[in-house]
């Protein structure tokens, strides 16, 4: 048994709402949690066994460090995604194969062209070296979850499609069942329910006269069918005679079925049924409507359908939130230039969104900040969705400023050395070099450099550099 209580066991009412992620220092180990804090049973879940001392007997907090956090539209969403990404990494896990790199197969198509034979290194990484690749998991996280995070996009949009079609379609059904109502109302009008009534009434004589046992069990069903019939009729006759403004008393309307009071209140404004007699506008209307509720549970003789108990009964009692009202009220109010449906991410190092190749329009970026309480808490993310703290401003460069440092001048007037020409093929090569075996994946793409798709937050800079027009920020 767990040493909890229920009430800390129970899922709150926003469970799924933000994800967070977190990374290993050394490793770059990426994990996934629904809570800021990181549980040791949720989480070594996550790491499968690669070797000896592969997977700790505990996390060190002072290892596993905040990686990222997103804020989803919904519990649901999160969810959802949060199971399509332990998916991808079960995948990636244990149905990996290896793969010749674009360069090897540049190579190979050089030397068959040459005339010589196309000839890959198929000697297999060790147990080590394995270990180390399926461990570096920074930038296979990031094209996951822009990739789940694409499809949960779609899905959503194909359900809302969906749901469209299925809503049309039920009004469709409903104006043909009024229609039926309409029609049954005319032919009850026109003469039916005596036609009916008639048919009745010979075949209660012939019932009468027969001998034959089978016979008149026979003849009982029709006659049984033929009541409905005419109830059917005119029931549809009252219904009719309601909406077009015609008294009808209570103790005809409350033995219509669920269904008709349905179609009838929506074609009229005047309640079929009242809810309580205590809605009664007089002591006389409050003594029908008792009589016509005596009336109908006297003669009601057939139990409540499942359907039916869940109109009458009153769902179960949601759990109150327990957070705070701050957690509340962000929970609640997106925050300000996020609309209701927007995912937004939040980046310990905004240069980890340029792993994903491509980042859906309504995904929104921006620099994680600190905790507040960074001294006690530097391995748990700050609270997903809320402003970042810590947040330093910079100032957009002026014409002249621009001017010099296009020509390559520091803004102290000197000219940029070589040495700072070579660090930067340097960090170049050092950034294209990243690309190995195995790149190709089940989720997105894992790029490095591509350039930021998505969309960042106008109050915070961009890798210290100035917004260029609109919403959407470029790395020059």
């Known amino acids: 048994m767990s040493s909890l209580s229920l009430a800390a066991r129970q899922r709150g009412p926003h469970h799924g709402h933000f994800l967070y992620l977190y990374s290993h220092a050394r490793t770059n180990q990426v994990v996934y949690s629904l809570t800021r804090a990181l549980d040791n049973t949720a989480v070594l879940d996550q790491l499968p066994y690669l070797g000896k001392k592969s997977v700790p007997p505990a996390l060190r907090k002072d290892l596993w460090r905040p990686f990222a956090t997103v804020k989803f539209p919904t519990p649901e969403y999160g969810l959802s995604v949060m199971q399509k990404l332990r998916e991808y990494r079960l995948l990636r896990d244990y149905s990996w194969t290896w793969k010749p790199t674009k360069e090897e197969l540049m190579i190979a198509k050089n030397n068959v062209k040459n005339g010589g034979k196309a000839k890959f290194d198929m000697a297999l990484p060790s147990m080590r070296e394995r270990a180390k690749l399926m461990m570096d998991q920074r930038g296979y996280s990031v094209a996951d979850l822009a990739d789940v995070i694409g499809k949960e996009i779609r899905r959503t949009e194909e359900l809302e499609i969906e749901g469209k079609e299925k809503k049309r379609a039920v009004e469709e059904k409903k104006a043909q069942e009024w229609d039926n109502v309409v029609e049954m109302a005319r032919k009850a009008t026109e003469g039916g329910v005596g036609e009916v009534n008639a048919h009745i009434t010979k075949l209660e004589q012939r019932m009468a006269k027969t001998t034959s046992t089978a016979r008149k069990q026979t003849t009982a069903t029709g006659i049984k069918m033929l009541k409905m019939k005419r109830?059917?009729?005119?029931?549809?006759?009252?219904?009719?005679?309601?909406?077009?403004?015609?008294?009808?008393?209570?103790?005809?309307?409350?033995?219509?079925?669920?269904?008709?009071?349905?179609?009838?209140?929506?074609?009229?404004?005047?309640?079929?049924?009242?809810?309580?007699?205590?809605?009664?506008?007089?002591?006389?209307?409050?003594?029908?409507?008792?009589?016509?509720?005596?009336?109908?549970?006297?003669?009601?003789?057939?139990?409540?359908?499942?359907?039916?108990?869940k109109l009458i009964t009153p769902g179960k009692p949601t759990k109150p939130d327990a957070r705070g009202p701050r957690l509340q009220q962000q929970a609640l109010n997106p925050r300000p230039g996020l609309k209701a449906h927007h995912i937004l991410i939040q980046w310990h190092d905004l240069a980890d969104a340029e792993y994903a190749a491509e980042w859906p329009d309504m995904v929104y970026h921006e620099w994680m900040g600190v905790s507040s309480q960074r001294l006690r808490t530097r391995h748990t993310a700050p609270q997903a969705g809320l402003a970042p703290q810590g947040e330093v401003k910079v100032t957009d460069l002026t014409e002249e400023e621009e001017k010099q440092m296009e020509e390559g001048v520091d803004l102290?007037?000197?000219?940029?050395?070589?040495?700072?020409?070579?660090?930067?093929?340097?960090?170049?090569?050092?950034?294209?070099?990243?690309?190995?075996?195995?790149?190709?994946?089940?989720?997105?793409?894992?790029?490095?450099?591509?350039?930021?798709?998505?969309?960042?937050?106008?109050?915070i800079p961009f890798f210290g550099g100035r917004k260029r027009g609109g919403d959407a920020v470029s790395r020059s």
């Not at 009242?274 to 029908?288: F, I, R, V, Y």
């Open 231 to 309: 109830n059917h009729l005119v029931r549809a006759q009252e219904a009719i005679a309601f909406v077009n403004g015609e008294d009808v008393p209570l103790e005809r309307r409350i033995r219509w079925n669920l269904a008709l009071q349905a179609m009838v209140q929506d074609h009229t404004t005047s309640p079929v049924i009242p809810l309580t007699p205590e809605s009664a506008q007089n002591d006389h209307q409050k003594k029908a409507i008792e009589k016509a509720i005596a009336v109908a549970k006297a003669s009601t003789t057939t139990p409540l359908t499942k359907s039916q108990h």
């Open 412 to 459: 102290d007037g000197e000219g940029v050395g070589k040495e700072d020409e070579d660090g930067g093929e340097r960090e170049g090569e050092e950034g294209g070099s990243g690309e190995g075996k195995g790149e190709s994946g089940v989720g997105g793409e894992e790029k490095k450099g591509k350039g930021l798709f998505g969309r960042v937050k106008d109050s």
